[in-house]
Nanobody, 123 residues
Framework: QVQLVESGGGLVQAGGSLRLSCAASGRTFVNYAMGWFRQAPGKEREFVAASWRFGRTNYADSVKGRFTISRDNAKNTVYLQMNTLKPEDTAVYYC?????????????????WGQGTQVTVSS
C-alpha cells in the first residue's frame, strides 16, 4: 500500500512558476514509476509527466520544455517544476504511483493516487 500526498498548488499569473511535491509512504518508493496527471473542469484526466529509475522521464507534448519531473528517493518524494505557466495549465494536479514501472500515460495503469492539488493560472 502506498499513500500519496500532494502539495504546492496555488494561484499564479501566466508566465510564472510553481513547484508541486508529492510525498509517498512505503519503503519501496524507488521501485515505482511516479506520474503526474491533471484534470480540468469538464475534461478527462490527462497525462503530464512520469519518472522512473536512472533518470528516465516521459512528458506530454503540451508541457515539454516547460515542466520538469524529478524525484528524491531518499525522501520518497517526486516533484513537478512548472515554468512559463499558461492559463490552459489550470487544473487539479494528481500524483500517481505505478508498481509496474511502465511510465505509462494511461491513468488506469497507475495503482495509487493522491488527493490532488489545485493549480490556477490567471491571464
Amino acid at each position: 500500500q502506498v499513500q500519496l500526498v500532494e502539495s504546492g498548488g496555488g494561484l499564479v499569473q501566466a508566465g510564472g512558476s510553481l513547484r508541486l511535491s508529492c510525498a509517498a509512504s512505503g519503503r519501496t518508493f524507488v521501485n515505482y514509476a511516479m506520474g503526474w496527471f491533471r484534470q480540468a473542469p469538464g475534461k478527462e484526466r490527462e497525462f503530464v509527466a512520469a519518472s522512473w529509475r536512472f533518470g528516465r522521464t516521459n512528458y506530454a507534448d503540451s508541457v515539454k520544455g516547460r515542466f520538469t519531473i524529478s524525484r528524491d528517493n531518499a525522501k520518497n518524494t517526486v516533484y513537478l517544476q512548472m515554468n512559463t505557466l499558461k492559463p490552459e495549465d489550470t487544473a487539479v494536479y494528481y500524483c500517481a504511483a505505478d508498481s509496474a514501472a511502465a511510465m505509462s500515460s494511461r491513468p488506469y495503469e497507475y495503482d495509487y493516487w493522491g488527493q490532488g492539488t489545485q493549480v490556477t493560472v490567471s491571464s
